[in-house]
């Protein structure tokens, strides 16, 4: 390979690395409507979901989904909260909070909360696994809008038009009802969309470093008996809506601590209960994490350039 298809093949892996770590931050307005029913369908999603929630892999009431179709990938969590229904709806509804959250996450290497044109930005730096300059990231712009608020139910949602290298339409979309013991049941929905440009670079990144890498949805058995896992882009999905998913549960755990304490909390929890699911979420060692994370943490504090 001569030096400039080399330079190429790197660009399009680091811009899927980085697309992969948002994955599932999108959808259509049609998937926007289906996925967020409101109070009455997100009850009805609740007992429709039972067995799931009752008898699975995560060793926590949570159901996770994932579909693939044409230029999309999107994943779905459905989990019971173990914290009281209000403190969810105040801690995720309040967009000062959503940096806090997403810093947790390997890719997220920069998070800041603005105000332009009447709208509520998150400004987000994505990257490597391991420390990085932000001048090296991909930034993306997320505009924050609040959905339904009432006193058992809240929705809202982060959506950037564009990402890096022909990605598009990146949504997290949030809901959750209240149960009847007090405790909030989630779903939490990711989306992206991509061109032809990003289509490569998805190609390049599962052909290469991520040829390896599986989700969590069973799709067989291997030979020896052991269960055979998803693959490709699904896989992507599945494993950074987990990842995204347990940032949230780390927030919230967090808040049983002095405020002092409440980061440091966030980043051991968050590593943690990643490491319950080795198989998919391994990727740095504990020492690593931590060090790079208190760094990125440190900047976040800063204006970004």
């Given at each position: ?34 996925s967020l029913d409101g109070a009455a369908g997100l009850r009805t999603r609740y007992t429709q979901l039972q067995p799931q929630l009752q008898d699975n892999v995560f060793g926590r ?85 609040a959905g339904a608020a009432a006193s058992d139910y809240f929705s809202s949602s982060m959506r ?146």
């Amino acid at each position: 390979m001569d030096l400039s298809r080399h330079q190429f093949l790197r660009t399009l892996l680091r811009a899927a690395l980085c697309c992969l770590a948002l994955a599932a931050t999108t959808a259509s307005a049609a998937d926007s409507a289906q996925s967020l029913d409101g109070a009455a369908g997100l009850r009805t999603r609740y007992t429709q979901l039972q067995p799931q929630l009752q008898d699975n892999v995560f060793g926590r009431p949570l159901h996770l989904d994932s579909s693939e179709g044409g230029s999309t990938v999107k994943g779905d969590i459905y989990a019971v909260l173990d914290h009281p229904f209000s403190q969810v709806r105040e801690s995720l509804s309040n967009p000062a909070n959503w940096c806090d959250i997403l810093i947790l996450h390997l890719n997220t290497k920069y998070c800041s909360l603005s105000s332009a044109g009447g709208k509520t930005m998150l400004r987000m730096h994505v990257g490597k696994k391991t420390p990085q300059d932000l001048r090296d990231t991909y930034r993306v712009d997320f505009v924050y809008a609040a959905g339904a608020a009432a006193s058992d139910y809240f929705s809202s949602s982060m959506r950037a038009d564009k990402g890096p290298l022909d990605t598009s339409d990146y949504r997290i979309q949030i809901e959750a009802v209240q149960l009847p013991d007090n405790r909030a049941f989630l779903h939490l929905s990711y989306a992206y969309g991509y061109g032809m440009a990003g289509k490569l670079a998805l190609r390049a990144y599962l052909a290469t470093v991520g040829r390896d890498k599986v989700g969590f949805t069973v799709t067989g058995q291997q030979s020896d008996g052991k269960p055979k896992y998803v693959t490709g882009s699904r896989a992507s999905v599945e494993r950074n809506t987990m990842r995204y998913y347990l940032a949230i549960d780390a927030y919230l755990s967090s808040l049983s601590q002095p405020a002092a304490l409440r980061q440091e909390k966030r980043l051991e929890t968050w590593y943690a209960t990643t490491e319950q699911y080795r198989t998919q979420l391994n990727e740095v060692d504990r020492n690593a994490y931590l060090a790079m994370k208190r760094d990125e943490v440190a900047r976040q504090q800063l204006p970004a350039d």
